[in-house]
């Protein structure tokens, strides 16, 4: 597989593995007790956040009353989770709950962002990230926070990639996010300037989300992303809605859910400046950085 890794079979495996156990009316709790094992794992592998040894798929199968077919498929694609992405070279430096995020983001042939707070990790440039990492990583070692660094400037490279296809990246940023300065207000201008060069790449939309235009539908939402995947597949990854925080990482990828969050962004769209206006706008503020500091 390319750069996406185990990713996706991993995530299918698991959910596959859920679809099994809640046609057998079995908790979660009971496998657990059932294989002797504790709740926390069973959940790791139905939402693909680790490997799955096909040894253990083979007893959940059993657990499950699955039939000798389906337990050999399912076998057959946890041998598919064994491979490791980029990401998983710099160990610590990446959380485990973002190593799943980092192989669908790599994965997806659309990221949808709303970013309520600061420009996207995608989208920052080397300044922006620094003061960010420092800020929200105080304890960690000079070394811990170069590698941070590295994460975020390789993850960058997604959106130039060649081979696959790079993704397309439609951002909506709250207005608040150009307005909430660095310490060094240059370098927040020059974070401006880059982002209006990313906007024009073909394959990225930066939109602003103005003060002005009010509420939204759940403007209580906050920040969040959606991943499309390639549809022309036999079994295509539904769209996943990802958020997370200072102490993990919430995917959705439930029908409803998903309807929802579509909503959601349709709502911020009709609100959102055009494209043009908002790098009108993205102009203006940079202007405002320059003069002030």
């Not at 041998?79 to 192989?103: C, I, P």
């Not at 707070?117 to 989208?123: R, S």
């Not at 939204?216 to 809605?241: H, K, N, Q, Y």
């Not at 203006?284 to 950085?289: D, G, N, Q, R, S």
Request: a negative charge; hydrophobic letters at 40%; proline letters at 5%.
């Amino acid at each position: 597989m390319d750069d996406s890794g185990s990713t996706v079979p991993r995530r299918q495996l698991g959910r596959y593995l859920r679809e099994l156990r809640e046609n057998a009316h079995v908790t979660v709790v009971a496998a657990a007790k059932e294989l002797e094992w504790s709740t926390p794992r069973i959940w790791r592998y139905e939402t693909g956040q680790v490997p799955v040894h096909p040894n253990d798929v083979a007893a959940m199968c059993r657990v499950y009353g699955a039939t000798p077919e389906t337990t050999e498929t399912m076998r057959a694609l946890a041998r598919e989770t064994k491979a490791h992405g980029w990401w998983h070279s710099y160990g610590e430096a990446v959380e485990d709950w973002f190593k799943l995020y980092v192989g669908l983001e790599a994965a997806a042939t659309k990221i949808r962002k709303y970013e309520a707070d600061l420009i996207p990790g995608l989208l920052q440039s080397v300044e922006y990230m620094t003061e960010v990492i420092a800020t929200n990583h105080p304890q960690l070692s000079e070394a811990e926070r170069q590698a941070k660094m590295d994460i975020r400037l390789r993850r960058q490279r997604l959106l130039a990639r060649v081979v696959p296809r790079a993704p397309y990246y439609d951002v909506i940023l709250s207005e608040a996010v150009l307005r909430r300065p660095l310490r060094d207000r240059l370098a927040m201008g020059r974070q401006l300037d880059a982002l209006l060069v990313a906007s024009g790449q073909h394959n990225i939309k930066v939109r602003v989300f103005p003060l002005a235009a009010g509420l939204f539908r759940s403007a209580d939402t906050g920040t969040f992303t959606m991943l499309d995947f390639p549809t022309d597949v036999r079994e295509p990854e539904p769209t996943t809605i990802y958020m997370d925080g200072p102490c993990g990482a919430v995917y959705l990828d439930k029908s409803n859910e998903i309807q929802v969050y579509e909503e959601v962004w349709r709502s911020l769209g009709e609100r959102a400046l055009d494209v043009d206006d908002s790098r009108e706008l993205i102009t203006a503020i940079a202007k405002e950085m320059s003069h002030e500091a």
